[in-house]
T-cell receptor
């Protein structure tokens, strides 16, 4: 049972435009959400996070939105740059078993010139 | 400050062979994790540790064992490798369960 779902395996966006990556979850006990970025042949790196008590968190070109009623979060990248081309993983922490994260399957973003 | 390092980077095993993957972190983190990444499956947690001397099962623990004898090291063992264990393995560590820092990965092929 996939508790964190990224239904779009890939996304292509032109440089300068907005990239929107989506993530849905089913576990209502999730209280903290993170986005990780992964380049080929490297480990994932932390990008941005949001607590369930907030609905938006912004860091430079990256903004994460959380809609708890819909159990949905999204990552907006504005403006998109070629260096943003990577796989993006959504992750969530369960407040009941707080020692670990559950990851989605990832979305491959390609930013074209 | 090397962060999280993994040894080896690549390995090819024959079915039935055993091996140990080593993860080391120099950030004094309490939490350490082993994941595997397979196409279309994302990152799946194998085992994790919340402190020296402790280990716990994750989502896909079968066929693997772990040990955390020292705070800075987390070992992942395969006692009898199977082709289904062909994967990329990532180790991570964190001060809290939130922001995890990942190593560069170990690509394992089991023939």
């Amino acid at each position: 049972d996939q508790q964190v779902k990224q239904n779009s395996p890939s996304l292509s966006v032109q440089e300068g435009r907005i990239s929107i990556l989506n993530c849905d979850y089913t576990n209502s006990m999730f209280d903290y959400f993170l986005w990780y970025k992964k380049y080929p042949a490297e480990g994932p790196t932390f990008l941005i996070s949001i607590s369930s008590i907030k609905d938006k968190n912004e860091d430079g070109r990256f903004t994460v939105f959380l809609n708890k009623s819909a159990k949905h979060l999204s990552l907006h990248i504005v403006p998109s740059q070629p260096g943003d081309s990577a796989v993006y993983f959504c992750a969530a922490r369960d407040s009941g078993t707080a020692s670990k994260l559950t990851f989605g399957t990832g979305t491959r973003l390609q930013v074209t010139l | 400050n090397a962060g999280v390092t993994q040894t080896p980077k690549f390995r090819v095993l024959k079915t039935g062979q055993s091996m140990t993957l080593l993860c080391a972190q120099d950030m004094n983190h309490e939490y350490m994790y082993w994941y595997r990444q397979d196409p279309g499956m994302g990152l799946r947690l194998i085992h994790y540790s919340v402190g020296e001397g402790t280990t716990a099962k994750g989502e896909v623990p079968d066929g693997y064992n772990v040990s955390r004898l020292k705070k800075q090291n987390f070992l992942l063992g395969l006692e009898s490798a199977a082709p289904s264990q062909t994967s990329v393995y990532f180790c991570a560590s964190s001060y809290s369960p939130d922001t995890q820092y990942f190593g560069p990965g170990t690509r394992l092929t089991v023939l």
